[in-house]
């Protein structure tokens, strides 16, 4: 039986471990050509070929999307390659978490880059071949997926900075979404509460250990919970739009 994606095309950044690896995967199993993209060529060309093996197509593309021609040469090579682009999954993120006395500025400028800079490049780029394919493909409708986080709703101590980045990924989001409605491109936020990801390993040692603490006792969310709320949003008839979903841990309070 065909899978809901059948005869799609979807794109999906930070592929390379957590959130991206298990969205990949499961929109691979309802039937899309997934392009896996991220900066860690062998963790990706590792994915595409277990996609492979499961029976999907895959394609893996090297990119640092903070880079512009990097993310437009990404979108560019996915619709060369398979013809087409249905879906965008911009899940490339990172948090670098802190308090705003003594964090050193380049963690900002990492996390600007990559959160909101790598994000608008990658959907400037995407934008004109999803909305050619709402009107094209038998669906007659596309999908974009921002992935955005509880620091996107609530600002707390240590994350300033991360939560502008989020913030400002729901705002965007939004205003999209409102212009682009009638062109059934359907824009959604999806913000994850505590997952058991690398998220917090780039982050500097005393700032992990805080975090540990902060997250010890709870049952983390697993990267394929995610990855079923963002299934779940682009598998939705034409006539529904998921405009965004919050997933928390089951004892998460924040």
Do not use: C
Request: charged share 25%; glycine share 8%.
């Amino acid at each position: 039986m065909p899978g809901r994606l059948q005869d799609t095309v979807a794109l999906v950044t930070g592929a390379s471990s957590g959130i991206g690896e298990a969205t990949a995967r499961s929109l691979a199993a309802e039937g899309a050509a997934v392009v896996v993209v991220a900066r860690r060529r062998e963790r990706i060309e590792e994915l595409a070929g277990k996609i492979r093996t499961e029976g999907g197509a895959a394609l893996a593309v090297e990119a640092d999307i903070t880079e512009q021609e990097q993310g437009i040469a990404a979108v560019e090579r996915a619709v060369s390659e398979l013809g087409r682009l249905d879906i965008l999954v911009n899940n490339a993120g990172l948090g670098l978490l802190g308090p705003v006395l003594g964090t050193p500025t380049e963690e900002w400028d990492r996390m600007l880059a990559v959160n909101l800079q790598g994000l608008l490049y990658v959907t400037h780029a995407a934008l004109p071949h999803l909305l050619r394919a709402a009107e094209d493909s038998p669906r007659r409708v596309a999908d974009m997926v921002n992935i955005s986080s509880t620091g996107g709703r609530v600002a707390r101590p240590g994350q300033a900075v991360y939560s502008l980045t989020k913030f400002g990924v729901n705002a965007f989001s939004e205003s999209l979404r409102q212009e682009v409605l009638r062109k059934r491109l359907r824009v959604s936020v999806i913000e994850p509460g505590t997952v058991s990801t690398e998220f917090a390993s780039r982050s500097r040692d005393e700032v992990r250990e805080q975090i540990d603490q902060q997250i010890a006792g709870l049952e983390l969310l697993r990267p394929e919970d995610i990855a079923e709320a963002i299934t779940f949003v682009v598998t939705r008839e034409r006539r529904v739009s998921v405009n965004e979903i919050l997933v928390r841990a089951s004892d998460q309070t924040w």
